[in-house]
């Protein structure tokens, strides 16, 4: 039932390791940091479904509800879910070029959720679109990396949400709602 998605995450992930290979000297993400693990993260339904399921095989007692701090982020700041984790979540530190012209899309939104309390660097790349990524990553030198280094997040959501519509065709539910993470 996952497959197409499982097959998207995995692309990602490549991608993410490329980026880390190639410029390792200007990626500071790491575990146990949890700056950008907050609240308001909105999800498609199959990956929701996906940690659900994995949560009912693999049940947590460490979940707790902090104010503004994602509910599968642990103590020692490292995710609960990792293996699982969303889309978002895995986008998050890269470059991304998101559409800055559309506030209300999903790129706009899940990044608003993340930056808003600073945590982005962002580069105005041209008056549609803006390059992100976490603050500690790329600092100064986000606008130099090459176009094959930078990932397209709407083209990424848009799978996605292609994704989630077949796959809510095939379950009965709303291929539209987007649930939030905590």
């Given at each position: 039932m996952f497959k197409s998605y499982l097959e998207l995450l995995d692309r990602l992930d490549a991608f993410g390791r490329v980026i880390k290979a190639r410029h390792g000297d200007r990626f500071f993400c790491t575990a146990g940091c949890?700056?950008?693990?907050?609240?308001?993260?909105?999800?498609?339904?199959?990956?929701?479904?996906?940690?659900k399921k994995y949560l009912n095989d693999n049940p947590i007692d460490t979940i707790k509800k902090r104010p503004e701090k994602c509910a599968f982020l642990k103590d020692d700041e490292t995710c609960a879910i990792y293996t699982v984790r969303p889309m978002i979540c895995r986008m998050w530190g890269l470059p991304l070029l998101i559409n800055s012209d559309d506030a209300n899309s999903d790129d706009a939104a899940d990044a608003a959720a993340i930056d808003r309390t600073g945590l982005g660097s962002t580069v105005k790349h041209s008056p549609e679109k803006t390059l992100m990524s976490c603050e500690l990553n790329f600092v100064g030198t986000l606008e130099t990396l090459p176009k094959e280094d930078i990932l397209n997040a709407w083209l990424v959501r848009t799978t996605l949400a292609a994704i989630n519509h077949v796959y809510c065709k095939k379950t009965s539910q709303d291929p539209f709602v987007r649930l939030e993470l905590n």
């Open positions: 949890g700056k950008c693990c907050v609240t308001g993260i909105t999800l498609w339904q199959i990956e929701y479904d996906r940690i």
